[in-house]
């Protein structure tokens, strides 16, 4: 592990939630894995990348969720929510996090693509609002009955993805189209693939937990440093989960950087290696759940520029009980989601969050 001569200082966290500009860079992510698996599919031959397809794990959420959802736009537009997950399966090995298991969703994007597809913007759900939970139905057919103030980020984990695909369309009254998760620990193997990840922290980190030591500067980071890196948080800020979440959001812009600079279309091996990885760390819904529908899916926002993307965080406001909650602050949060429903220019206001001073 080397350190590099230049440096630079990511933005503070401020009170309530991760900075705006590493919010905004987790909606450009999103396209980005996109646009990256289609320039890997162009790099090997359909014989080859369409054996890819059992590695992409796929949820049939119209089965889960039933006809009690929004009507879909009556437009060619799409809404697709976004999962960043904290999966724990596999990792151990490379953390000291041994009496842990299961997974949680600690990125939750709505993002809204209008007719034409040439813009987007997405909607970030902090992960300790409450909300109230429907009644959804697991996995294994056992039904949940609903809850009031429900931390949203404890959704995933207790009922399931397709129940925090319910519990969004109940909040928003809007209808996902699609829903793309992308696990965390599913990339220690893809970063051994591409000879590392280069990231850059301010001040020095020694993580007793995930068992990652750095010093401020830059370095190039293996699988299992990677890994180590996007589930630190005890060293680095104050201990919370913000720190941790913009780490997280960091490593992944580094990842996808690192990924565009590979020659894929004069590798055909390397690009195979890349897609069986990257795939690998995917669940869809069934719709999605192929590359090759995926890679269409992808060419299809290929006239959406990540870099003019606008992410905005859903207005919040600490909750009067519980201060280290939030909830939604109305009116804002009723206009923004109506702006999305009606495809409507967002209004100001709708953009400001009591929690954060925005």
Request: hydrophobic share 35%; with cysteine.
């Amino acid at each position: 592990m080397s350190n590099m001569t230049e440096s630079r200082h990511a933005p503070k966290t401020p009170a309530g939630g991760p900075p705006p500009r590493t919010r905004r860079r987790w909606g450009r992510i999103v396209l980005l894995t996109l646009l990256v698996l289609v320039l890997a599919a162009g790099g090997v031959g359909y014989w080859l990348y369409s054996g890819l397809d059992s590695n992409i794990k796929g949820v049939d959420i119209d089965r889960a969720i039933g006809d009690d959802r929004p009507e879909k736009l009556p437009t060619s537009g799409q809404n697709i929510l976004i999962l960043g997950s904290d999966s724990r399966a596999g990792a151990n090995a490379a953390l000291n996090t041994g009496k842990v298991s299961g997974a949680r969703s600690d990125t939750a994007l709505v993002m809204h693509i209008p007719e034409g597809r040439t813009k987007a913007v997405a909607i970030s759900i902090p992960r300790d609002t409450l909300v109230t939970r429907p009644e959804c139905t697991k996995s294994d057919g056992a039904t949940v009955p609903s809850a009031n103030r429900v931390m949203f980020n404890s959704i995933y984990a207790q009922v399931g993805p397709a129940c925090v695909v319910k519990t969004v369309e109940q909040i928003s009254g809007i209808r996902m189209d699609h829903y793309v998760e992308i696990d965390f620990a599913g990339f220690k193997e893809l970063v051994d693939a591409i000879g590392g990840v280069t990231v850059t922290v301010d001040q020095d980190i020694h993580d007793k937990s995930s068992g990652l030591n750095l010093t401020a500067g830059t370095h190039r980071l293996d699988g299992t440093q990677s890994l180590q890196f996007v589930r630190t948080r005890h060293g680095i800020g104050d201990g919370s989960d913000l720190g941790r979440i913009s780490l997280q959001q960091q490593f992944m812009l580094n990842l996808l950087s690192e990924i565009k600079k590979q020659d894929l279309l004069g590798s055909p091996a390397k690009s195979y290696k890349i897609a069986d990885e990257l795939t690998a760390a995917l669940t869809t819904d069934s719709e999605l759940a192929s590359l090759t529908k995926l890679a269409e899916f992808g060419r299809s926002l290929n006239g959406v520029d990540p870099s003019s993307m606008e992410t905005i965080m859903l207005p919040v406001e600490y909750d009067k009980v519980d201060p280290n909650r939030v909830v939604a602050a109305e009116p804002q949060a009723t206009q923004l989601w109506k702006a999305i429903r009606t495809d409507s220019a967002i209004p100001e206001s709708a953009k400001k969050s009591p929690a954060t001073g925005g």
